[in-house]
Every structure is written in structure tokens, then in C-alpha cells.
């Protein structure tokens, strides 16, 4: 193993680690937050709070597994674990995203809590560093697709949550203003009042198109970015 790859696979090591350990900070704010929000583990009812766990445990199996790498160089990540990566990768940045574009700009004082920081930006922002830091694969584009269980179980999860009446915090009965089907834009209206500008359908198909567009355009530049570093090699070599 060459210097460069074996900094590589350090580096993504700690950067796994770091997201694990935030990802167990994060959450662990997030509990001690007062009201209802965690009264029977209301909390993790969120897409945030799932979405970290999914990339926090992946991050930390993928920390291992990078460590018995550097131990034996003949041991190979196995690919279908690099797709449940891919997928989480992906789910944490919608929830980056939306927290940062939708979601913070609607709730003054977003930012100021340690708790909101480290699940909605230091957890997405490393776990993608990490995610194109450590390309050791070849995706194909056709992967795209998984990327959009996540978010569609999400859906069905809130759905049932919504017409069964659970409480997600504050006596509402959905997690999220635009899963909200009971709003003033109700499921395909549009409204006046904000943030109920557009009905959930309207929102639910502006998530799949975006999280389908991150997720090719991932795979699309870790394609990209494989082919470069392969050039370089073959020159190298030349």
C-alpha cells in the first residue's frame, strides 16, 4: 500500500469516527431538549434523527473495516456495503438541506443549538467528505434509485403516523410542515399563508426529483473523479 492511498484510508477512518462521534452527540443533545419533543422517544419519529443513525452506524462499520484494510491490503470492502453508504450519504444530505434551505429559515434561533448543528451540518458535511474521499469503487448511475427508499419508507412511515394520529412533538400529528396533510394548502392546493405555500404532494415531488438529482449527480462524480485518478495512474506508470 503507497503512501497516498494509506493517508487516504487514515483519514477516512477518522473522518467515520468523527461521524459516529457526533452522530452519538447529537442525538444525545437532542434528548435532553425540554417539552414533549422527547416524551416517548418522540424524537426519533424524525427523518433527522433516523438519518443520523443510519450514516452514524455506517460510518462506524465502514471505520472498522477501513482498519482491518490497512491491517491485510488484500481485504476488500464488499460493494454492496459501499451502496448502503452511497444511500445513507445521500439521506443525510436531504436532511442537511432541507434543514438549512426549508426548515431553519421558518424557526428563529435554529443554529444557536448545538443539537440542530451537529445532526443537520457537521454529520451531513463529514459523512460526505468521507463519502468522496474514499472512493475505492465504481458505481454505476443505475444506483440512483436506492437512494430513494430511504426517503419513500419516510413517507409511508409519516403517512401512517399522520392517520393514526401519533404525537410528533407539540400535539402535531406530523413531523414536518410539508407532510402536514391537514395544512391551509392540504395535499395538492396552494395557500397564502406560509410556510403552507404548496400542498404535500407538491412537496413529496420536489423531494424525489431533488433527491434523485444529488444522488446521480454523487454517483456521477465519483465516476468523474475514479476515471481521473485512473489516468493519472496509467501516466504514472508510463
Known amino acids: 500500500m503507497n503512501k497516498k492511498i494509506l493517508s487516504v484510508k487514515i483519514t477516512s477512518v477518522l473522518l ?32 433527522t434523527v433516523q438519518s443520523n443513525l443510519w450514516i452514524g452506524a455506517t460510518c462506524a462499520v465502514f471505520a472498522i473495516l477501513n482498519i482491518i484494510a490497512l491491517c491485510k491490503p488484500d481485504f476488500v470492502i464488499p460493494r454492496a456495503l459501499h451502496i448502503v453508504k452511497f444511500v445513507f450519504t445521500v439521506s443525510i444530505t436531504l436532511t442537511g438541506i432541507v434543514f438549512c434551505c426549508v426548515l431553519a429559515p421558518t424557526l428563529p434561533g435554529s443554529f444557536k443549538s448545538a443539537a440542530n448543528v451537529l445532526t443537520h451540518v457537521v454529520v451531513p458535511l463529514v459523512a460526505i467528505i468521507d463519502f468522496f474521499l474514499c472512493r475505492d469503487w465504481q458505481p454505476s448511475l443505475k444506483m440512483f ?49 406560509m410556510p403552507y405555500f404548496m400542498g404535500c404532494v407538491w412537496w413529496i415531488i420536489l423531494l424525489i426529483i431533488f433527491i ?17 485518478a485512473e489516468r493519472r495512474r496509467e501516466k504514472a506508470d508510463a
Do not use: H
Not at 436506492?146 to 407539540?170: E, R, S, T
Not at 434523485?212 to 481521473?228: D, E, F, P, W
Open 145 to 193: 434509485a436506492f437512494a430513494l427508499i430511504p426517503p419513500i419508507y419516510y413517507l409511508i412511515f409519516a403517512g401512517i403516523g399522520y392517520a393514526l394520529d401519533w404525537n410528533f412533538g407539540g400535539g402535531n400529528n406530523y413531523p414536518y410542515f410539508f407532510l402536514n396533510w391537514d395544512s391551509p394548502a392540504g395535499a395538492f392546493g396552494f395557500s397564502a399563508e
Open 212 to 228: 434523485s438529482g444529488v444522488a446521480l449527480g454523487y454517483l456521477a462524480a465519483i465516476r468523474k473523479l475514479n476515471a481521473r
Open 16 to 47: 467515520e469516527l468523527l461521524t459516529a462521534a457526533c452522530m452519538i452527540a447529537g442525538i444525545s443533545l437532542t434528548s435532553q431538549m425540554g417539552g414533549d419533543f422527547m416524551a416517548g422517544g418522540t424524537a426519533f419519529l424524525y427523518f
